[in-house]
């Protein structure tokens, strides 16, 4: 009996430590002028996302996920803007819980914040969508 209680015990652990790295359906993220905190996340393919977005920054911020296999290069101008998958905008002080739906191509998103000069500043990040099982 005790054994197995054991067993069950190293299994939870053992399921619990495996999922501290893997893709997670809630997006905890913070804003400051000018970076996201943390900058990479990992997301299950076509699951709906719940996005926890505080801005502690003095100014507005967006989280802008790109369409696959775009990005907005050396600086977030018009010409991004029909590359965008999905964004999310925070104004200063703020925070926001707001859900998109994972993209279902597994892969490599990239992520910034679409306002004037941000990205120069730093503000970039990455989503990365791993197939659901
Ligand atoms: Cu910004």
Redesign the pocket.
Same mark, same amino acid.
């Given at each position: 009996m005790n054994k197995i209680l054991f067993v069950l015990l190293g299994l939870t652990l053992f399921l619990s430590a495996c999922g501290a790295g893997g893709p997670t359906t809630t997006i905890n993220i913070t %804003?400051t002028?000018?970076m996201f905190e943390p900058k990479e996340f990992t997301v299950p393919a076509g699951r709906e996302i719940t996005v926890n977005a505080t801005n502690n +920054?003095a100014?507005? &911020?967006?989280f802008v996920i790109f369409k696959f296999g775009t990005d907005a290069g050396e600086k977030f101008g018009d010409e991004d803007e029909e590359n965008i998958f999905w964004e999310v905008e925070v104004g200063p002080g703020q925070s926001s819980t707001v859900t998109f739906t994972a993209p279902t191509e597994p892969g490599e998103y990239s992520v910034t914040? +679409?306002?004037e000069g &941000?990205l120069e500043?730093g %503000?970039n990040g990455k989503l990365t969508v791993v197939a659901g099982e």
């Open positions: %804003m002028d000018f +920054g100014v507005l &911020h967006e914040c +679409g306002i &941000h500043a %503000m």
